[in-house]
């Protein structure tokens, strides 16, 4: 059942847009495939790029050769973030789809669940919540979902210094609600691959704690914006009482 966050009504885009789905991965080799076999699929989508995020060996060759597939290799790892911003530099579509690269269960029905209602001009940004217990069990933790969909506009006008390593998602969620865009949140039956399982267990937690750090840092610049918007806003009240 879906979850509105907000219900502030936005521009109705026209769902002939291309929608291209950017799939940002590192070392991914044994699940990749078949996210990109999906994601390839849908006839919602109209291009898939995988950005290579300095993998140590070309992700290219798990993946089958296809029309719609390209793929984009970073000679080193620079981040999540960057590997997104190089999908989308790649890219002419209208509406960004991005998706993990290590999701179990993944299929067309819930790429259908997360576009559609942003190419119908109902939501701003779409996210899907994954059947791991973490974000079934912390409303906080499913907020920084890897899996939503987003105008192409809005991602270029989020401000770069979210646009790096694990601080995107909360940019993104931070950014909507400042501007009180709609955002649609939905529940799936798909789950990701957990890092202490891909990298082992120290590795995985050390992996954590640079992704809470990233986040806390991302909702602190996030605070900053607020408190500078609320300060402008303020000031030109007080201009117009004069």
């Known amino acids: 059942m879906k979850n509105i966050l907000h219900k502030k009504s936005c521009t109705i885009f026209n769902e002939s847009q291309k929608v291209a789905a950017i799939v940002p991965a590192y070392n991914e080799h044994a699940?990749?495939?078949h996210v990109v076999a999906v994601l390839a699929r849908s006839p919602r989508i109209g291009e898939v790029i995988v950005v290579d995020d300095g993998s140590d060996t070309p992700l290219a060759r798990a993946i089958q050769e296809q029309p719609r597939i390209r793929t984009i290799r970073?000679?080193?790892?620079?981040?999540k973030a960057t590997a997104m911003e190089s999908g989308v530099q790649a890219t002419d579509a209208a509406f960004i789809?991005?998706?993990?690269?290590?999701?179990?269960?993944?299929?067309?029905?819930?790429?259908?669940?997360?576009?559609?209602?942003v190419t119908s001009g109902?939501?701003?940004?779409?996210i899907g919540v994954r059947q791991n217990w973490g974000q079934r069990v912390s409303r906080f933790v499913a907020l920084h979902s890897g899996e939503r969909c987003l105008a192409r506009s809005d991602w270029l006008s989020l401000h770069s210094f979210y646009k790096k390593r694990f601080r995107i998602e909360a940019g993104l969620n931070a950014r909507a609600w400042l501007l009180d865009y709609p955002v649609f949140v939905q529940n799936m039956s798909y789950r990701q691959t957990v890092r202490e399982r891909k990298y082992g267990f120290f590795n995985g937690v050390a992996g954590r704690f640079q992704m809470a750090l990233d986040i806390s840092v991302a909702l602190l610049f996030a605070a900053y914006?607020?408190?500078a918007w609320r300060a402008q806003?303020?000031?030109?009240?007080?201009?117009a009482s004069v």
Request: aromatic share 12%.
């Open 225 to 227: 914006e607020y408190s």
């Open 122 to 126: 109902q939501f701003h940004m779409s």
């Open 74 to 79: 970073h000679t080193h790892n620079q981040g």
């Open 31 to 33: 699940r990749i495939e």
């Open 97 to 117: 789809f991005f998706c993990d690269a290590d999701l179990v269960g993944l299929t067309e029905d819930h790429l259908a669940a997360l576009i559609d209602p």
């Open 233 to 239: 806003a303020y000031s030109t009240q007080q201009v």
